[in-house]
Protein backbone atom coordinates (compact mmCIF):
# COMPACT_ATOMS: atom_id res chain seq x y z
CA UNK A 1 0.00 0.00 0.00
CA UNK A 2 1.23 3.82 -1.03
CA UNK A 3 0.68 5.96 0.85
CA UNK A 4 0.67 10.21 -0.22
CA UNK A 5 1.24 13.27 1.95
CA UNK A 6 0.58 16.28 0.54
CA UNK A 7 1.16 19.86 1.36
CA UNK A 8 1.75 23.29 0.68
CA UNK A 9 -1.63 24.11 0.04
CA UNK A 10 -3.09 27.69 1.79
CA UNK A 11 -4.56 30.66 1.43
CA UNK A 12 -3.10 32.89 -1.62
CA UNK A 13 -4.36 36.24 -3.61
CA UNK A 14 -5.46 36.29 -6.76
CA UNK A 15 -2.76 35.93 -9.31
CA UNK A 16 0.03 34.22 -6.66
CA UNK A 17 1.88 30.99 -6.59
CA UNK A 18 1.97 27.77 -4.79
CA UNK A 19 3.88 24.88 -4.89
CA UNK A 20 2.52 21.54 -3.40
CA UNK A 21 4.52 18.66 -2.50
CA UNK A 22 3.18 15.28 -2.57
CA UNK A 23 5.23 12.63 -1.10
CA UNK A 24 4.84 8.62 -1.28
CA UNK A 25 6.14 6.01 1.25
CA UNK A 26 5.06 2.69 1.50
CA UNK A 27 4.98 0.18 -1.42
CA UNK A 28 5.27 2.10 -3.92
CA UNK A 29 4.55 1.02 -7.89
CA UNK A 30 7.48 -0.26 -9.56
CA UNK A 31 6.80 1.94 -12.55
CA UNK A 32 4.26 4.39 -11.12
CA UNK A 33 2.12 7.39 -12.42
CA UNK A 34 1.99 10.22 -10.14
CA UNK A 35 -1.25 12.67 -10.83
CA UNK A 36 -2.86 15.74 -9.36
CA UNK A 37 -6.79 15.80 -9.15
CA UNK A 38 -8.58 18.75 -7.52
CA UNK A 39 -12.14 19.26 -6.04
CA UNK A 40 -13.53 22.85 -6.10
CA UNK A 41 -16.98 22.98 -3.37
CA UNK A 42 -20.01 21.47 -4.92
CA UNK A 43 -17.90 20.19 -7.92
CA UNK A 44 -16.35 17.05 -9.13
CA UNK A 45 -13.21 16.16 -8.90
CA UNK A 46 -10.92 16.73 -11.84
CA UNK A 47 -7.77 16.00 -13.49
CA UNK A 48 -5.09 18.67 -13.32
CA UNK A 49 -1.89 17.01 -13.76
CA UNK A 50 0.39 13.87 -14.09
CA UNK A 51 3.79 12.84 -15.09
CA UNK A 52 5.19 9.14 -15.93
CA UNK A 53 7.65 7.49 -13.86
CA UNK A 54 11.05 8.90 -14.98
CA UNK A 55 9.88 12.36 -15.36
CA UNK A 56 10.17 12.55 -18.75
CA UNK A 57 5.76 12.89 -19.97
CA UNK A 58 3.87 15.13 -18.61
CA UNK A 59 0.18 15.83 -18.96
CA UNK A 60 -2.26 18.86 -17.92
CA UNK A 61 -5.72 19.88 -18.04
CA UNK A 62 -6.47 22.73 -20.39
CA UNK A 63 -7.61 24.85 -17.22
CA UNK A 64 -4.01 25.26 -16.03
CA UNK A 65 -1.95 23.77 -18.68
CA UNK A 66 -0.47 27.84 -19.10
CA UNK A 67 0.15 28.15 -15.49
CA UNK A 68 1.33 24.88 -13.95
CA UNK A 69 4.01 22.63 -14.11
CA UNK A 70 4.83 19.02 -12.71
CA UNK A 71 8.15 17.78 -11.50
CA UNK A 72 9.30 14.57 -9.36
CA UNK A 73 12.32 13.91 -7.49
CA UNK A 74 12.41 10.42 -7.50
CA UNK A 75 15.40 9.99 -4.67
CA UNK A 76 13.11 12.03 -2.74
CA UNK A 77 9.66 10.42 -3.65
CA UNK A 78 8.33 13.46 -4.05
CA UNK A 79 6.43 14.97 -6.91
CA UNK A 80 5.54 18.82 -6.96
CA UNK A 81 2.67 21.27 -9.12
CA UNK A 82 3.84 24.81 -9.28
CA UNK A 83 0.66 26.45 -9.70
CA UNK A 84 0.85 30.45 -10.83
CA UNK A 85 -1.15 33.68 -12.03
CA UNK A 86 -3.55 31.31 -9.58
CA UNK A 87 -7.54 32.58 -9.99
CA UNK A 88 -10.53 32.50 -7.49
CA UNK A 89 -11.51 29.52 -9.51
CA UNK A 90 -8.84 27.48 -8.72
CA UNK A 91 -9.78 27.18 -4.89
CA UNK A 92 -10.11 23.56 -4.00
CA UNK A 93 -8.67 21.05 -2.51
CA UNK A 94 -6.20 19.34 -4.08
CA UNK A 95 -5.50 16.00 -4.18
CA UNK A 96 -1.79 13.63 -5.21
CA UNK A 97 -2.81 10.45 -6.84
CA UNK A 98 -1.10 7.58 -8.10
CA UNK A 99 -1.15 4.33 -10.31
CA UNK A 100 0.85 1.84 -12.03
CA UNK A 101 2.06 3.31 -15.35
CA UNK A 102 1.29 0.31 -17.01
CA UNK A 103 -2.10 0.08 -16.98
CA UNK A 104 -2.36 4.11 -18.62
CA UNK A 105 -2.77 5.32 -21.89
CA UNK A 106 -2.68 9.32 -23.27
CA UNK A 107 -6.44 8.91 -22.94
CA UNK A 108 -6.95 7.82 -20.16
CA UNK A 109 -4.27 9.56 -17.92
CA UNK A 110 -7.15 11.69 -16.26
CA UNK A 111 -8.99 8.17 -15.76
CA UNK A 112 -9.32 8.42 -11.55
CA UNK A 113 -10.44 4.43 -11.14
CA UNK A 114 -6.78 3.77 -12.74
CA UNK A 115 -5.11 5.63 -9.64
CA UNK A 116 -4.47 3.28 -6.58
CA UNK A 117 -3.79 5.45 -3.94
CA UNK A 118 -4.85 9.03 -2.93
CA UNK A 119 -3.75 11.50 -0.23
CA UNK A 120 -5.88 13.34 2.07
CA UNK A 121 -5.57 16.34 0.13
CA UNK A 122 -4.58 19.76 0.75
CA UNK A 123 -6.55 23.16 0.52
CA UNK A 124 -5.92 25.78 -1.53
CA UNK A 125 -7.84 29.07 -1.35
CA UNK A 126 -7.55 31.76 -4.05
CA UNK A 127 -8.95 35.17 -2.35
CA UNK A 128 -8.10 38.73 -1.72
Known amino acids: QVQLVESGGGLVQPGGSLRLSCTASGRTFSVSIMGWFRQAPGKEREFVAA????????FHADAMKSRSTIAKENDKNTVYLQMNMLKPDDTAVYYC?????????????????????WGQGTQVTVSS
Open 97 to 117: ATGNQNLFTKGTIGTESLYAS
Open 51 to 58: ITDNGGTT
